[in-house]
């Protein structure tokens, strides 16, 4: 009985994990590319959080604290992490266009939500995820 249990609350976090990939290709297909002010990384979690969102939010930030400081003291990028339970998270994510967890990289109408990512590599395979946000973040510093 609890092994049924335990298979069927995974495929229920599979189902929304994929639900929130789909959303997200969406909401990228529909920005159109316009540069403009600082790049941000924005993490989006809840109140409830397990090892693997933490970890998304810990190599995030810190790679990006040890790899970008110089654009930090520029102000041309920053990182704030939000609980979109709160009403500051829910209003910055109203702001941003999300309505779940992202690990959000925005510059003008240019985002990008790399959380799925996150999701796949951060515990077990930070040096990757580390890659995919230097992907994205450094075409935008241009």
């Keep these: 009985m609890k092994s049924i ?8 976090l599979l189902m929304g994990i994929s639900c ?15 540069k403009g002010g600082p790049v941000e990384v924005i993490y989006f979690h809840t109140t409830s959080r397990c090892v693997t969102c933490t970890a998304v939010e810990n190599v995030a930030r810190n790679y990006i ?9 520029e102000n041309k990028l920053s990182f704030i992490s939000y609980n979109i339970e709160q009403p500051e998270g829910k209003a ?9 967890q992202s690990l959000m990289i925005v510059r003008g ?3 990008h939500n790399i959380i799925n990512e996150g999701f796949m590599y951060a515990v077990n395979r930070p ?5 995919i946000i230097k992907t994205k973040i450094d075409p935008l510093l241009k």
């Excluded at 297909?29 to 316009?34: D, G, L, N, P, R």
């Excluded at 604290?65 to 003291?73: C, F, P, S």
């Excluded at 040096?127 to 890659?131: G, T, V």
């Design 5 to 12: 249990i335990l298979f069927a609350f995974a495929i229920i």
């Design 20 to 34: 929130n990939g789909q959303q997200a290709q969406k909401q990228e297909a529909k920005v159109t590319s316009a």
């Design 65 to 73: 604290l040890e790899q970008y400081a110089a654009q930090i003291r």
């Design 92 to 100: 910055v994510a109203l702001r941003i266009g999300i309505t779940s």
């Design 109 to 111: 109408q240019d985002k």
């Design 127 to 131: 040096e990757r995820f580390r890659e």
